[in-house]
Structures are given as C-alpha cells and as structure tokens.
C-alpha cells in the first residue's frame, strides 16, 4: 500500500483545515499582530511629540525638563538603593541564618506588594502632616504648643524614597531570597577551607552569586519609580508624571504632554533593555549540584534581627493596616458632616469594588490571552525574529500607565470619537498597560515545559492544537496562574491609566481612594484602600501557595 501523500494548500482546502496542518501560520500571524498593535500607543506619542511646535520644545527644555530630569532621576536612584537594601537583607536573614518564623516572614515580606505606594502615602501623610495623628497626640498627651512638636518632613524626595521604597522592596526580595534559598552548600564550604571567614564568604561568594538577581529585581523597582503617579501627586514631589498629568489637565493643545512623555520614554528604554538583558542573562546561567545550604547562627544578635525584620513587616505592612483601619472606624462610629456628606453621594463601597475586579479581571485575562502568541514564539523559536518580537511587544514597559492613558485618549478622540469615553476603552488600556508583564511571565512558564514533551505528543498524532491543549498548557498552567494574579493585582491597583481612560460614573476603588484623598476626606478614602488592599493580598495568598510558580513569574518581570 502507497503512503498518503499531503496536498498542499490550494484553494480549494478549506481555511480551518489549512490552519490546522499548519498551526505556526496563525501563530506566527497572530503574534505579529500582538506585537504591531503594542508599539501603536508608543508610535503615535512619539509622533505627536515630533510634530509639535518648536516653541513648545524650547519652553519646556528652558524651563521645566532639567528639574524634572533631576527630581525623576534622584528619585530613581535613591529608592532603588534603599529598596536593594531592604531586599536583600530581608532575604538574607530569613533564607540564611536560623531566625524564626522563616515561613512566616516569607509570606509577610512579599505581602508589600498589594499595597499601592499612593496608598502608603496617604497613610504617612495622615500620621505624620502638621496637625496630623502623631501631631495632635503631642499636643494632648504631652503637652506640646501647636506646631512645635518636630515632625520628620515627607513632602520631599527622602520621604518619597521611603514610602515607596517601602511599597517595592518585595520586588528585590523575592528572587534574592529564591536564589539564597538554592544556593549550593559546597560553594561556601569551599570558601571556608580556603581560609575565609563567614564575612568574607558572605561578601565574596554568597553576595555575588545573588547580584544578578537584585539587580533584575532593582531595574523592575526603577520602572516603577519612573511609572509611579499618585505617590508624587499625595507627595507634591514634582516628576515627570505629575507634570504630564498637569498638562493633559491644564492644556486644551497636549503637545506639551506629548513632549514631557516623549522624554520620559527616552530614560526609561534602557532600563527596560537592561532588564531584558538581565532576564536572558539569568536564563543562560547554569546550575551546579545542589547541597543542602547551612544556616548562619546568629546568637547574641537574634534580638536584633527579629527587631529589624519586625522594624521593615510594621512600617511596610502594619502601618498602612492600622491606619486604615482606624480612619475606617472612625468614619463609621464618629461620622463628621463631611462624612455623612459623602455617603449621601456615593452609591457605596460596593460599586467601585465591583467596578475594579471586573476591570481587572477583564484586562488581565485579555493580556494573558493576547500574550500567549508571542510568548509562544519567543520560548519556541528563538531567534532574531523572536527577539524583535518580543521587543515590540514589550515596548509598552517603556510607557508608564500615564503615557498609556494619554496615548489612547488621543488616539480614540481623533481616529474613533464614537468609542472614546467608553468602558471597552478603559479595558483595552490597562491590557496594553498589562502586555509587557504579561508576555514576560508567560513566557518564563512556557519555557519550563519541556520540548520532548511536546514532540512525543506530535509522533503519537496529535496536530498542534491538541499538542497544545493536552500537554504544554497543563504543565504551564501554575506558571501562567501565577502571571494572571500578578496581572490581576496590577490591574486591581492601576490609577493614572484609569483616571485618563474612565468613562463619566465609572469609578473604581482606586478613582475612589484618589478623589477622597484629594479632597482630604481621609475616612472615607480609608475604606476604599482597605478593601482593595484586601482583595489583593487574598490573591497573592492563593498564588503564594505555588511558590516556584510565583517566584519564576516575579523573577522575569
């Protein structure tokens, strides 16, 4: 009997059976397709930048963009090293010496990451403003005359360092306490039979070996930083984000905008190149035989550590809590006028709950989606064609939620008025804020699936669909629940991009939470943070229990 010979395509074949004996066409189709449409926000701004007129150029580079390059870089700077520093002595303390509770601090020193930084920073400023909390307990109990009593300033750069230092540190912390974690024992002891000292293996062994994953950690907190709106805003810390916004806001023409975003995207691609090195970096590192790692004893030092870890759980995760949690109370029990006010003209706190986890749901689910295409490519074929795929696809990292927003809003008022102001806008925005995170971490899960897998899969008949459904996505799975939740918590938390993008009535807890706080109406600000704090610390509870699928995710952006 004569082997069946395959036809080639022609027209007469139908198109589902052509796509189905050859799947990488729309694979490849779809993830160019992925990868046009996330570089049209960024095109499109540094067109409108380009365009604008010269005398707009000459004013903003004479009177606004040195102070605001100097503020945004300082910033920059100041809260990667003292997140680094948080980072890494954290993980340092819980995964190499014998203090207690190691699982425990594990789960409180990540739990950071559900608090946003303008959240954070309404709480500082409730507690430590003139005439605030701890202000008017001076007065009361202790005797202090109005204004006397010496408060630490937090309305300038160090006090924006701290408080969102204090946010981000879990980003430098995760994969460092990863790496401490697998670090081979034979290394060390090697060290120490050369006649090293613990301090001196600590510093010439142990630290370099977790460097690369710091600094992958520290470049994602730089990102951050020169992304970071609200925080700047509650601050009065004026960087480049604050200043776009006051533009979009104050102007009817948004050239100025588009300019101040143009050079914003300039200082943060090479950072973002930089990550992607490290992230390739990472991959390409080999791992020797592992031995179990031997536990630094801290002895007479103990009391000490426990009080610095529990220094760093209090002023990150505690203090925003109580806070919170007071100022709720209080709204409840001792409403004021202003109070009874506010919930006269709110529909409750449910609404914007609902609002946000629909939003976030949607937009993380829409990313995942759209970035399985190119993640495919990228851990299947890698190549140049893959790279630059993966570069457009993550150009939006590049674009702080502010930019985003401010790119759609001029998109979709020029080229398609009928839809701007609607909630399918609002949605593609934050997955195109949510793109570039999410093509990372599905990529880092695919790559986990092992290639003879798949080719065992394909001998026994099965075409690439079904190779596919059956075994590359359940052994992805963990790996790609655990981008959905980072997605879902980033989506959840999103402001600047919800702010330019919300159609009128459509307010979310973080719209809420801005709006009181902007107003000054601190308890009823307070519940709105507090149930989205909830919400996102109950999701990185469920996604924490799969550690390897978290700290992978974490780890490549």
């Known amino acids: 009997m004569k082997p069946a010979i395959s036809l080639p395509y022609n027209r007469r074949m139908p198109r589902t059976a052509f796509l189905q004996r050859h799947p990488s066409a729309l694979l490849n189709g779809m993830a160019l397709l992925v990868g046009v449409l996330a570089i049209?926000?960024?095109?499109?701004?540094?067109?409108?930048?380009?365009?604008?007129?010269?005398?707009?150029?000459?004013?903003?580079?004479?009177?606004?963009?040195?102070?605001?390059?100097?503020?945004?870089?300082?910033?920059?700077?100041?809260?990667?090293?003292?997140?680094?520093?948080?980072?890494i002595g954290a993980a340092w303390l819980v995964e190499r010496t014998d203090l207690p509770g190691t699982r425990a601090w594990r789960v409180l020193l990540a739990l950071p990451l559900a608090i946003p930084a303008y959240v954070a920073a309404i709480c500082w400023l409730i507690l430590f403003r003139r005439g605030g909390v701890v202000d008017q307990a001076a007065m009361e109990w202790l005797g202090f005359a109005r204004g006397t009593f010496p408060l630490p300033q937090i309305t300038n750069l160090w006090g924006a360092t701290i408080i969102i230092s204090l946010c981000v540190f879990p980003y430098v912390f995760l994969p460092v306490g990863a790496v401490f974690r697998s670090l081979d024992r034979s290394l060390e002891e090697a060290a120490r039979m050369a006649g090293h000292s613990a301090w001196t293996t600590l510093w010439r062994v142990v630290l370099p070996l977790a460097m690369p994953a710091a600094a992958g950690g520290a470049l994602l907190v730089a990102l951050y930083v020169l992304s970071d709106f609200g925080t700047v805003a509650m601050l009065r810390y004026r960087t480049f984000t604050l200043a776009i916004f006051q533009q979009f806001a104050g102007q009817v023409d948004r050239s100025a905008a588009a300019i101040l975003s143009f050079?914003?995207?300039?200082?943060?691609?090479?950072?973002?190149?930089?990550?992607?090195?490290?992230?390739?970096?990472?991959?390409?590192?080999?791992?020797?035989?592992?031995?179990?790692?031997?536990?630094?004893?801290?002895?007479?030092?103990?009391?000490?550590?426990?009080l610095a870890i529990g220094a760093l759980t209090f002023f990150a995760l505690g203090l925003p809590l109580l806070?919170?949690?007071?100022?709720?109370?209080?709204?409840?029990?001792?409403?004021?006028?202003?109070?009874?006010?506010?919930?006269?003209?709110?529909?409750?706190?449910?609404?914007?709950?609902?609002?946000?986890?629909?939003?976030?749901?949607?937009?993380?689910?829409?990313?995942?989606?759209?970035?399985?295409?190119?993640a495919l490519v990228a851990a299947r074929r890698p190549g140049r064609w893959s790279s630059l795929l993966l570069a457009a696809c993550q150009s939006p990292f590049a674009l702080p939620g502010i930019i985003i927003g401010l790119s759609f809003v001029l998109l979709?008022?020029?080229?398609?008025?009928?839809?701007?102001?609607?909630?399918?806008?609002?949605?593609?925005?934050?997955?195109?804020?949510?793109?570039?995170?999410?093509?990372?971490?599905?990529?880092?899960?695919?790559?986990?699936?092992?290639?003879?897998?798949?080719?065992?899969?394909?001998?026994?008949?099965?075409?690439?669909?079904?190779?596919?459904?059956r075994v590359t996505l359940p052994v992805a799975a963990p790996g790609l629940l655990a981008s959905w939740v980072l997605a879902f918590v980033t989506a959840m938390k999103e402001l600047p991009t919800v702010i330019l993008l919300r159609p009128p009535g459509f307010d979310t807890l973080p719209v809420r939470i801005w709006v009181a706080a902007s107003e000054s109406v601190h308890t009823q600000a307070a519940p709105a943070a507090f149930v989205l704090i909830a919400i996102t610390i109950v999701t990185l509870l469920i996604i924490m229990r799969q550690q390897a699928g978290m700290e992978r995710v974490l780890a490549h952006g």
Do not use: K
Not at 440 to 469: C, D, I, K, M, Y
């Open 40 to 87: 049209i926000p960024l095109v499109y701004i540094l067109l409108r930048a380009l365009e604008a007129d010269a005398a707009i150029w000459e004013r903003l580079w004479s009177r606004q963009i040195p102070s605001l390059m100097i503020n945004t870089l300082a910033l920059t700077a100041t809260t990667v090293l003292l997140s680094a520093l948080f980072g």
């Open 263 to 306: 050079v914003l995207i300039g200082m943060a691609v090479p950072i973002l190149y930089a990550a992607a090195w490290m992230a390739r970096r990472e991959r390409q590192m080999t791992r020797p035989r592992w031995q179990p790692r031997r536990l630094v004893r801290l002895g007479r030092w103990r009391p000490l550590a426990l």
């Open 323 to 374: 806070t919170l949690g007071g100022l709720t109370l209080q709204g409840w029990l001792f409403p004021t006028e202003v109070d009874r006010i506010w919930r006269v003209n709110n529909e409750g706190i449910l609404r914007y709950g609902v609002n946000s986890v629909g939003l976030a749901v949607a937009a993380a689910t829409g990313a995942t989606f759209l970035a399985m295409f190119p």
């Open 412 to 469: 979709f008022n020029r080229w398609a008025p009928m839809l701007y102001g609607t909630v399918a806008v609002l949605v593609i925005g934050v997955v195109f804020r949510l793109l570039p995170q999410a093509v990372t971490a599905n990529e880092s899960a695919l790559r986990a699936v092992s290639p003879p897998l798949e080719q065992a899969a394909r001998t026994l008949g099965n075409n690439g669909f079904r190779t596919f459904q």
